[in-house]
């Protein structure tokens, strides 16, 4: 019998598990260390070593359905937005990391908006398209499932590692700035370049963990920064705001997190990855030169103009991005330069020079701004620095991914598209649900549970026809069931934010024995994604599919996670809550 339809609610891993993802064990003399992924292994051998599997009929049922009450809303609304036919990978990371190229340092399928990259605003998101069929332009993405039957990991991680030095990136503020009134200019400046020390001193820090995994000192490091740049940040918005400005709230820019990107230089195969032809090159976008950033104090009188012209930029680049997505193998050689290069330069010297007239209106018209009109493929392979034993200040260089597989070092092997994605927003079991806010931003599992520790990491692992049950391993499922990851988000918000400065605490996950939101929460429509895989039970059997993941996690199955960005319209958001409170099934 088939178990799979209408599955339920995440289950819980073993305590016993847990309490081994949080394990770091001290480095040795030589700074070398060995790690326990998540997903109970107790040595930094590959994570795709068979121990890392598990048969899906010895894993117990373990997912618990809270029973409806009265006044539960039992409807369910689907959304089809396709498998990733059209191909749009990335390792941009929107939700977790914006404004960080690379940030994910592995592969992300997306469905649903088609322009969203690191950099997007809300309004970029709100013009695109998108793969849905109902025009929901939300987004939603998860790491990619790849088949390598080559070897990982296992003693070059641990050297990769042991060479490592760890660095605290975070995002850039004064590139996602608006425009900056005259009076609070130099105010700004001094907050910014604050921000910058803080960064400085935490990566000062960092140095103490060099070679080695410490999921305590890091969460440490990274609480005790985030809690300066939160204050500084809001001062920022404040400033800007009372000096006449119009900055909205800047939360999405105060997490930073501990990155381990070095590794990627020392692991096998980055220098053959590195000599992959440009021509190759897997991840085209369009890189434009930053503007906000270099701009003068704006006067009063010019600040509406000044930030409307800077929302046009913002437009012109993702809808340059999103064509070059669905343009894929249109034209020839000169097809990028003459269809959208060109066109995006004119359009931008236009903008550019709409921006220093208004500006000069009022005061000394800037100089220069025409130089960043020109914009480029960003599609040649870049190089991860040369590895080094001396301590450094910098994140190391991220590649791009490159050749026909999208490889990045450490995540090799084919893409394994998935057979069907089932998106559905479903209801709480103790009351109606209303509905989220647009431009809502969540998260469910957690990328790092071995660095950041495994407080928010979740089981999503199983098999069609076993939905009671879901495994931290990777599945083996008998012949003709197919590999499913289950990504439940969380089904309750604060009612004010749409995202928070550790892009969780404006959302939370309901009581998982009663099915009711935490207190000062409200029930909204809870979105579960399923992700289903046709692969060759020999190629389970032999452990050769894996998740990509960050280099420290080496593949981890408990790093499973996935992302979303709410872009459905107020009315469509609507219709969703009606039809799950009224208990239908729509679409």
Not at 247 to 274: E, I, K, N, T, W
Not at 424 to 447: C, I
């Amino acid at each position: 019998m088939n178990r799979r339809k209408n599955g339920t609610a995440l289950g819980q891993t073993r305590p016993a598990r847990l309490a081994m993802a949080a394990l770091v064990l001290a480095a040795t003399g030589a700074l070398t260390a060995t790690f326990v992924s998540g997903g109970g292994k107790g040595t930094a051998d590959a994570a795709t070593s068979l121990d890392q599997f598990v048969s899906i009929e010895n894993v117990p049922p373990n997912v618990q359905n809270p029973r409806p009450a009265a006044g539960a809303s039992t409807g369910r609304f689907t959304v089809d937005c396709g498998t990733n036919g059209i191909g749009k990978f990335s390792p941009d990371n929107p939700v977790a990391q914006p404004g960080i190229r690379n940030g994910a340092e592995h592969v992300h399928d997306f469905v649903g908006n088609l322009a969203i990259t690191a950099n997007s605003s809300d309004a970029d998101l709100d013009a695109s398209g998108t793969t849905c069929r109902n025009g929901d332009k939300s987004s939603y993405f998860w790491p990619v499932v790849r088949i390598d039957k080559s070897v990982r990991g296992g003693k070059q991680l641990q050297q990769a590692l042991a060479q490592t030095q760890p660095m605290v990136v975070c995002p850039s503020v004064g590139k996602r700035l608006r425009a900056v009134p005259t009076g609070a200019r130099g105010t700004v400046d001094r907050l910014l370049a604050e921000l910058d020390r803080q960064q400085a001193a935490a990566n000062h820090r960092m140095t103490a963990s060099r070679g080695r995994i410490d999921a305590a000192f890091n969460r440490e490091v990274i609480d005790s920064l985030r809690a300066r740049r939160a204050a500084m940040i809001k001062q920022i918005s404040t400033t800007i705001t009372a000096a006449g400005g119009n900055q909205p709230g800047l939360v999405s820019l105060v997490d930073c997190d501990v990155s381990y990107d070095d590794m990627h230089a020392r692991m096998p195969g980055s220098a053959h990855r590195a000599s992959v032809k440009a021509a190759q090159a897997a991840n085209p976008r369009i890189q434009c030169p930053a503007v906000r950033d270099r701009l003068p104090g704006v006067p009063d009188r010019a600040l509406a103009e000044v930030n409307r012209n800077l929302d046009d930029l913002d437009r012109q680049i993702s809808e340059a991005n999103e064509r070059l997505v669905t343009s894929r193998g249109q034209g020839g050689p000169a097809f990028v330069d003459n269809a959208i290069l060109g066109p995006l330069r004119a359009k931008r010297v236009a903008v550019l020079d709409r921006i220093a007239t208004a500006i000069g209106r009022q005061a000394p018209r800037p100089q220069g701004l025409d130089a960043l009109a020109g914009c480029t493929l960003d599609q040649a392979p870049s190089t991860p620095a040369a590895p080094s034993s001396a301590p450094t200040t910098t994140a190391a260089a991220l590649p791009d991914p490159q050749g026909p597989n999208l490889e990045l070092p450490g995540n090799t092997g084919g893409i394994v598209r998935p057979a069907q994605v089932l998106i559905e927003y479903r209801g709480n079991p103790v009351s109606t649900v209303v509905p989220m806010p647009k431009f809502l931003r969540a998260l469910t599992g957690d990328a790092k549970p071995t660095s950041r520790g495994p407080a928010n990491a979740r089981a999503t692992w199983t098999c069609s026809g076993f939905a009671d049950r879901l495994s931290d391993k990777y599945p083996i499922c008998p012949a003709g069931s197919q590999v499913q990851r289950v990504h439940d988000f969380p089904g309750c918000w604060d009612g004010r934010n749409v995202d928070s400065d550790n892009h969780r605490n404006h959302v939370a996950f309901a009581d998982k024995a009663t099915g009711a939101c935490p207190q000062g929460f409200r029930a909204i429509p809870q979105l579960r994604i399923t992700v289903a895989y046709d692969i060759a039970r020999d190629v389970q059997v032999k452990g050769q599919y894996a998740l990509d993941s960050f280099p420290e996690e080496n593949h981890n199955p408990f790093s499973d996670h996935n992302d979303f960005v709410n872009v459905n319209s107020a009315q469509t958001m609507q219709r969703i809550a009606t039809c799950i409170n009224k208990g239908k099934n729509c679409s």
